[in-house]
Structure formats: C-alpha cells, structure tokens
C-alpha cells in the first residue's frame, strides 16, 4: 500500500485526485492539504510513502515543500504536479529532491500510474518535460566539447545574434563577404552547431552573447 499525500490548492483537482486514489486499492491518501504550510503543520512524515505537491502557492512554494519533505523524511518520494514546464521550474524541483514530474492536463489516470512507477524505482516525466531534459543534456554535451571562439568570432556571432547580413558585418570589420562567410563555417564547426539557430543557442549558453 502506498501512503500518499497530496497538495493542491485548486480544491476542485483535489478532490478529484481523493476520489481517483479511493478507487485504486493500492494507493492510500493520508492527507490532502491546500498549501504547503498546512503540510507541513499537518502531516504524519512517519506514515507517508510518497508526495505529490504543485508547485506555485501563495505562500511557501511547492519546491520548497519538496526540499522541507526530503529532509524531514528521506526515504520519501516526491513528485512535482505542475502546469510549468519551464527549464527553471522543472530543474529547480528535481534538485529540491523530486523523483517525477507531471504536468496537469495528463489523463488522470496517468498520475496513479506515475505514483507506482516513482515508487517502483523510477522517474516518470510527461513527455514534454522528458524533451526539455534531453534537449538540455544534448546541449551541455555539445557545450562541454566545443572549441574555443576567437575574439574575432566572438564578434561575428553577436553580429548573426543581432540580425545584420554578411555584407554589412563585411563592411563593418572592413573584410570580404567571403572571408565572413568563412569565419561562420569556423563558428559552425567549433560549435558543433548544424543551423545558425543552434550556433546561436549554444552560443548563448556559453556566455559569448552575454
């Protein structure tokens, strides 16, 4: 039996999440609150297996729920139940300690079955936050592996960021059309990047647009 607690302050989800979980034998409420505070007055850590917070409250946030609930109990597991599916959110809840990430609008059934899968070991995520975790991870391997931007390029990748053309950033450095569009094949390579929107992106990511 899974002993559940649940935080949500959209009364209406609440209480239909109570009655999903009355229906499924395996799963068990033993509190469902309305903010964080009230958790965290309220609920018996010794006699609960998993947490399933929202994240965005009035008052004390649900990542900090999940921070507060991991060091209270730490064999605890946390799941984020969340519209957000921003980079910020989703990774501010996995370090505060969450184990998955469901975002509202799944099928509800779904989040019976994501509880027992977190409880059996794994980390369900809704595909779209799965996406943003791989997206994130193939950008930090490119990251880690590029070649370092000469001063020069530095300047030509700002130029492509700020919209100018080849022949205008060749009349501005005073150089051929060809000689930049050989310092963006450069940029491309040492970037790993396939696409002026990617060479863009990971320049970003590494500060040169900064």
């Avoid at 033993?30 to 399933?52: H, M, N, P, R, Y």
Wanted: aromatic share 6%; charged share 25%; proline share 4%.
């Amino acid at each position: 039996m899974i002993r559940l607690c649940i935080v949500e302050d959209d009364v209406p989800l609440r209480d239909k999440l109570v009655r999903l979980f009355a229906d499924t034998p395996d799963i068990r409420v033993t509190g469902a609150f309305v903010s964080a505070e009230e958790c965290i007055e309220k609920i018996q850590w010794e006699q609960t297996d998993a947490l399933l917070s929202d994240i965005e409250f009035p008052g004390m946030s649900g990542v900090e729920l999940i921070a507060i609930a991991c060091l209270k109990k730490p064999d605890l597991r946390a799941m984020a139940f969340t519209v957000y599916e921003d980079r910020k959110t989703v990774f501010a809840a996995l370090r505060a300690g969450a184990l998955g990430y469901v975002v509202k609008g799944s099928p509800i059934e779904e989040v019976a079955q994501a509880i027992r899968q977190m409880m059996d070991g794994g980390s369900p995520m809704s595909p779209a936050v799965a996406r943003k975790l791989i997206g994130e991870f193939c950008s930090l391997t490119s990251s880690s592996n590029h070649e370092p931007l000469s001063s020069r390029e530095k300047h030509l990748i700002r130029f492509i960021a700020d919209g100018m053309l080849y022949k205008e950033i060749a009349a501005q450095l005073g150089i051929s059309v060809n000689t930049v569009h050989t310092h963006i094949t450069n940029i491309y390579k040492k970037l790993h990047a396939s696409s002026r929107d990617e060479a863009l992106r990971l320049a970003a990511s590494l500060g040169y647009l900064g």
